[in-house]
């Protein structure tokens, strides 16, 4: 893989050709008293600067575990994530999170007070410079005229909206996002997923996402990698450019064709050619 593979990276900067987060052979376990429970064997992947990554795969195929490992919560038995070619040993600023939970806020402070302190608690940045970052955000996201609101006077996608405002405020090196939309009515996903764009459109920065939903990965994703059910594998990786095209080759839509891969038995020869593509 290169950065020829990702049609957004800034095309010619030396920074495109680098892969700015990377997964290398990452072997995921849990140890419980009496289990040993294997989430993803082997997974690799690159993320380009500029890049949407969506990981896309059934429940329990080890999305969350992976992003846990990007975030530094969780270390490999096997295999390695880096950031920026630094091996991640622990969480930092330069990874936000972004839960799918409605209740990621901290519910005694306020919609810019969520923010401002995620900025003075890492040391990002204080007084004015971080009420100023903040509400940067916090318009961004359209939430200009909520600012002094608690989180519980707010909607789901208001709240969400909070938590991306908050994340992004960190301009963190890479957004990680663990389904944010998945607990919203279909509408207001919709709705999210397009000011997820925009702000994209605004900034190009770096995210991995998140989702079970095929859709959602056409819609959000330029690469899209597939993982298999329990443990999580790669199955193949795919490229999208939102308007799930049809393929000329094979006459199927995009979505249509990960819905088969994702639902054969093993990887089959459409799979294992649309890896090789890849
Ligand atoms: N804290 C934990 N202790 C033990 N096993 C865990 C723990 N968290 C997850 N697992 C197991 O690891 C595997 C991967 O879980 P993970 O949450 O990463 O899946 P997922 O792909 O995010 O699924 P979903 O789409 O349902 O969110 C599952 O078998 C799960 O049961
Ligand atoms: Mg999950």
């Known amino acids: 893989m290169n950065a020829d593979s990702n049609p957004d990276a800034a095309v010619g900067t030396a920074a495109a050709l680098k892969p700015l987060l990377e997964a290398a052979g990452v072997t995921l376990q849990y140890k419980t008293r009496e289990h040993l429970v294997t989430a993803t064997y082997r997974v690799s992947f690159d993320v380009y600067p500029g890049d949407r990554f969506v990981l896309l795969g059934p429940s329990g195929c080890g999305k ?11 270390a490999p038995v096997e295999g390695e994530m880096r950031l920026k070619g630094q ?4 969480p930092g600023p330069d990874r936000m999170m972004v839960f799918q939970e409605f209740d990621q806020l901290l519910p005694w402070k306020t919609v810019l007070q969520n923010v401002v302190f995620a900025l003075e608690a890492s040391g990002r940045l204080s007084g004015a410079a971080a009420h100023e970052r903040a509400m940067h955000y916090i318009d961004k996201v359209h939430l200009g005229k909520f600012a002094d609101r608690h989180p519980h006077t707010l909607s789901g996608g208001m709240k969400q909206r909070v938590a991306i405002a908050r994340g992004m405020a960190m301009e963190p090196d890479v957004l990680l996002m663990d389904e944010p939309f998945a607990a919203l009515d279909a509408l207001t996903r919709r709705q999210m997923q397009d000011e997820l764009m925009q702000l994209w459109e605004d900034t190009h920065f770096t995210v991995l996402f998140v989702t079970h939903s095929i859709p959602e990965a056409v819609r959000i994703g330029n690469r899209i990698l597939l993982l298999s059910p329990h443990p999580g594998q790669v199955k193949a990786e795919l490229e999208s450019d939102g308007t799930d095209p049809v393929d000329a080759a094979s006459g199927r839509r995009l979505s249509d064709r990960i819905h088969g891969m994702l639902f054969s038995e093993a990887a089959g020869p459409e799979a294992q050619g649309e890896a090789a593509h890849a």
């Open 64 to 74: 969350s575990t992976l992003l846990k490992a990007a975030g530094g919560y969780l």
């Open 87 to 90: 091996r991640i040993t622990r």
